[in-house]
């Protein structure tokens, strides 16, 4: 991911979340944050899904995973959550984690699919409902 790919990012981003990150947030991960490795999917020059990691020390933290919803049941997510793990795995990261809500069916079964386990939950995660979120890992 590119600074000039936040307009397209947002899209996706707006598509895919109720809580939503502003442009504000991508540029600071792109530009400041030295943890983060952030990645597209692209459809003729279109993105049309991302994936973003914080990897510190030997432990990838999966922020965020979306694909605009008319290219969603293509097994796209699955193959850009594999990317975003090969790439975590080249940067030294043995484990990897994520936080998904209580309510969504299809990355749970996804992540399961990848060999994430649920590890905990974390109470009222998401603010916009108070919903849950599961944490997941799995060894890489």
């Given at each position: 991911?590119?600074?000039?790919?936040?307009?397209?990012?947002?899209?996706?981003?707006?598509?895919?979340?109720?809580?939503?990150?502003?442009?504000?947030?991508?540029?600071?991960?792109?530009?400041?944050?030295?943890?983060?490795?952030?990645?597209?999917?692209?459809?003729?020059?279109?993105?049309?899904?991302?994936?973003?990691?914080?990897?510190v020390l030997d432990e990838a933290h999966i922020t965020n995973i979306a694909i605009l919803p008319q290219y969603r049941g293509r097994k796209l997510g699955e193959a850009l959550l594999k990317k975003v793990l090969e790439v975590a795995m080249e940067k030294g990261a043995e484990t990897a984690t994520l936080e998904v809500r209580v309510s969504n069916t299809p990355a749970r079964s996804l992540y399961r699919k990848m060999g994430f386990q649920e590890g905990g939950i974390r109470k009222k995660y998401y603010t916009d409902n108070q919903e849950d979120g599961i944490v997941m890992w799995v060894k890489l």
């Open positions: 991911m590119r600074e000039e790919d936040i307009d397209q990012i947002l899209i996706v981003e707006h598509e895919s979340f109720t809580l939503p990150w502003s442009r504000e947030a991508f540029y600071n991960e792109l530009n400041h944050n030295q943890y983060a490795v952030y990645i597209v999917l692209e459809d003729d020059g279109k993105i049309i899904g991302y994936g973003g990691v914080w990897i």
